[in-house]
């Protein structure tokens, strides 16, 4: 490999690097057991209780969001991998090999990228279309039940699968700024699970306001049939993250570029 290769090239070399580390595999994995198990999991319970769920709760009973309710650990496992893509490198010295390779950095950041994005988000999709028709065999006859052929319905299950892709951009780009895995996956965690639960302290006049912006919450407003009470739509709750993973990649990509591997 030379300063001259084409992006084309780093994609290719990051692909193969990608799919054969194990603990990509392993993330993945338990991605799909935690998205799709957990999933199952909790509609067999929702079924199993539904007598003793009060009318006004089934009412407002969201089939759809239930039945992906594993995402919320499943994005965990995301995070991990988004990280691990970078700061394993850093851990094994090997970035010094692969800046050789490819010296033009912001050019291994996009290959990184575009490997990320493109595999994240196959195989969540595949994982959040899965649980959906899963929960949705287990709630028939029982509990009412979604079908794609609302939009809405359809939006909820792609939106999940986009929350899941964007972040691992995210946990990427912090590794790239802290580039260390430990400290990297423990960011990631207290975004999105220690920063709701602090929220908690804060006074009500001031959490409604603050809640909605939370990374978990936009991830609950995505994948909600209906827009929860005081959140944001799914669309501007997407738009938002987005905002949040083009900030964090910028930062990382900036420090990328200046400073020594």
């Known amino acids: 490999m030379n300063a001259d290769m084409s992006l084309g090239s780093v994609i290719r070399s990051e692909w193969i690097k990608f799919r054969t580390v194990r603990s990509t595999l392993t993330g993945v994995f338990v991605m799909f057991i935690l998205t799709i198990g957990l999933g199952a999991l909790i509609a067999w319970a929702t079924r199993s209780h539904w007598q003793t769920v009060s009318t006004a709760d089934q009412v407002t009973f969201d089939p759809v969001s239930t039945s992906l309710i594993g995402i919320v650990f499943s994005q965990f496992a995301i995070g991990v991998i988004g ?20 010296p033009k950095r912001l050019m291994l950041v996009s290959g990184k990228l575009v490997v990320l994005i493109a595999s994240m988000f196959v195989v969540t999709e595949v994982a959040c279309f899965a649980a959906f028709f899963v929960g949705q065999s287990i709630f028939s006859g029982v509990v009412p039940t979604a079908s794609l052929s609302s939009t809405s319905v359809v939006r909820a299950v792609i939106f999940a699968g986009l929350y899941l892709t964007i972040l691992a951009v995210v946990s990427f780009s912090l590794g790239l700024i802290v580039r260390h895995s430990a400290a990297t996956i423990g960011i990631f965690v ?17 959490r409604v306001h603050i809640v909605k912006f939370e990374p978990s919450e936009l991830g609950n407003a995505m994948t909600s049939v209906v827009t929860p009470s005081g959140d944001l739509s799914a669309s501007r709750s997407l738009l938002m993250l987005v905002i949040y993973a083009v900030v964090v990649l910028g930062a990382g990509a900036l420090l990328f570029q200046r400073r020594d591997a």
């Open 83 to 102: 990280s691990l893509l970078i700061t394993s490198e850093y851990a094994s010295g090997l970035i010094r090999t692969t800046l050789g390779a490819v």
């Open 190 to 206: 207290t975004i999105v699970l220690i920063l709701p639960l602090i929220s908690l302290a804060i006074p009500e006049s001031w």
